[in-house]
Nanobody, 118 residues
């Protein structure tokens, strides 16, 4: 049974930083792509960043230069370092995983709230 648990959300002022963590279990971590999504209130969910085994990462344009995704295979954890936060980054952030051969993220965490005050 794959489990994904996020932590690290909270309230921060604009310009501040937060680091989200996502611990995964029940899987061969190195075989999985790890990703962060977010859903602002009343809006659609969007992918924020993804990290493949071997170091390749992608981040969406709206957070490039501010957010960094990284993974620690030994700890089975993926991180999202968020700097220079803006009020528009306010959302529930979700961690999700998919096998490298799949295109569907099948396993999701419960989400962690990030609120950026202006």
């Amino acid at each position: 049974q794959v489990q994904v648990v996020e932590s690290g959300g909270g309230l921060v002022q604009a310009g501040g930083s937060l680091r989200l963590s996502c611990a995964a279990s029940g899987l061969t971590f190195s075989n999985y792509v790890m990703a962060w999504f977010r859903r602002p209130a009343g809006q659609e969910r969007e992918i924020v960043a993804a990290a493949w085994n071997g170091g390749y990462t992608q981040v969406t344009d709206s957070v490039k230069g501010r957010f960094t995704i990284s993974r620690d295979n030994a700890e089975k954890t993926v991180y999202l370092q968020m700097n220079s936060l803006k009020p528009e980054d306010t959302a529930v952030y979700y961690c999700a995983v998919r096998e490298g051969s799949s295109v569907v993220y099948n396993d999701w965490g419960q989400g962690t709230q990030v609120i950026v005050s202006s």
